[in-house]
């Protein structure tokens, strides 16, 4: 749902983090255009899922609806769940009256019955949990035998090599908090994530039910390095999100 903070890790503070109903608006209007999401993960994640026309698909965590757009587009019957209701007022300003929105946290039991997806798509918001053991549980429950869970996530390494570049020492086997700073139009948000290395994902990936499929590192679309010649170059060496598509068998 998120790009990924601009800015090195910083110590947390009473600051408020992951506000998404106060800057829900300018947050949509970014991930529109923005490299990450609309040159680099979305398109990388709509490649993935590849043909999608008939598949009923959860989106969780689809924030103000670009992915669900584009996945109803190409003939998905799409629902779409967020923890954020100012979130899903833009979505729903975005989609219309009919579309299938419900506020939900990840972090709690989805509000569907067993077998009710062909797809779950995870856009960017698992990084966003401390334990992904429930969340991916629920995910593979909700899921159809034979079905897929396509997710993107902070890549692994991203954070930890500014850290390292910086001149700290972050333990890259630990999962553990971080708070990066992320500018937004006129003003600086602070944004809150889970880091963890990549052996911690998919062993939560297994012990859920899921069989690893795919693991992706694409590149960002091409058309991006002309729109942003300052940061294409960057971004094509160096991952900031990892894509994984799972089998729920």
């Not at 009473?14 to 529109?32: G, I, Q, T």
């Not at 670009?66 to 100012?86: C, E, H, K, N």
């Not at 500018?183 to 939560?204: C, K, Q, V």
């Amino acid at each position: 749902m998120t790009p990924m903070p601009e800015s090195r890790a910083l110590p947390a503070d009473p600051a408020p983090v992951n506000d998404y109903d106060s800057l829900a608006e300018a947050y949509s209007a970014e991930n529109e255009t923005s490299l990450n999401n609309a040159y680099y993960e979305r398109p990388a994640t709509l490649a993935l899922a590849g043909d999608v026309t008939g598949r009923q698909i959860l989106d969780a965590g689809c924030g103000s609806g670009p992915l669900f757009a584009a996945l109803r587009d190409r003939g998905a019957t799409v629902t779409g769940i967020d923890a954020s209701a100012g979130m899903l007022e833009v979505a729903r300003r975005r989609l219309g009256p009919d579309a299938d929105l419900r506020v939900a946290d990840l972090a709690d039991p989805l509000p569907f019955p067993d077998d009710s997806f062909d797809d779950v798509i995870a856009s960017l918001v698992l990084h966003y949990l401390r334990d992904w053991g429930p969340t991916l549980t629920e995910m593979r429950r909700v899921l159809r035998t034979g079905g897929r869970l396509i997710a993107s996530v902070n890549h692994p390494t991203a954070d930890y090599v500014i850290e390292r570049l910086a001149g700290r020492r972050p333990d890259y086997f630990a999962t553990y908090n971080s708070i990066g700073e992320w500018p937004l139009g006129d003003r600086t948000i602070r944004m809150s994530f889970w880091n963890r290395p990549l052996h911690a994902m998919t062993d939560a990936f297994t012990a859920a039910g899921f069989r690893i499929s795919v693991i992706s590192e694409p590149q960002p679309v091409p058309a991006a390095r002309e729109l942003f010649p300052d940061d294409f170059h960057l971004l094509a060496t160096a991952p900031s999100f990892l894509f994984f598509v799972l089998q729920a068998d």
